[in-house]
């Protein structure tokens, strides 16, 4: 007997890249969800809407790179928080370097935290779909 659908986002970024991947059964692939560009980490069904909720804390004045880094990754997580307040996903699986991680963790509200399931600290933005669901399944909890 199959195991209820359950919808997960693995989220796979870094300051610059991002895509989300959709698995809606474990024991399936994954597919790529598309973004508005690869520059522009919405989901381009959103059209421009974002889940308030998004805060940014800046304890220093960071470099315009990093500056760029870390708008390009709060949008990234304003996506997020959509996707769950329209309930587009159950669970979210996040996978970033450990910098992008920590930018990540700090945009994400409350909400969105409570549907992370898991957490890889890497980068596969270059990877391609099929070894970044390798690498993530065997992280997913058994559901």
Known sequence: ???ETR????????GAHARILLNSHRDEGVSELP???????????????LAAGVHHEVVH?????????????????ATVQTGIARKECDQ???????????????????????????????D???QDNPTVWKHVKEKMPLQ
């Open 124 to 126: 596969y933005t270059h």
């Open 61 to 77: 004045k960071p470099s315009d790179e990093k500056r760029g880094e870390d708008k390009f990754l709060s949008t990234l997580a």
């Open 92 to 122: 979210i699986v996040l996978v970033a370097p450990a910098v992008a991680m920590g930018v990540l963790r700090k945009a994400l509200n409350k909400d969105s935290h409570k549907h992370i399931v898991a957490e890889i600290v890497h």
């Open 7 to 14: 919808k997960t986002w693995i989220v796979v970024a870094d």
């Open 1 to 3: 007997m199959r195991d």
């Open 35 to 49: 973004l508005v560009s690869k520059h522009d980490p919405r989901l381009a069904h959103h059209h421009g809407e």
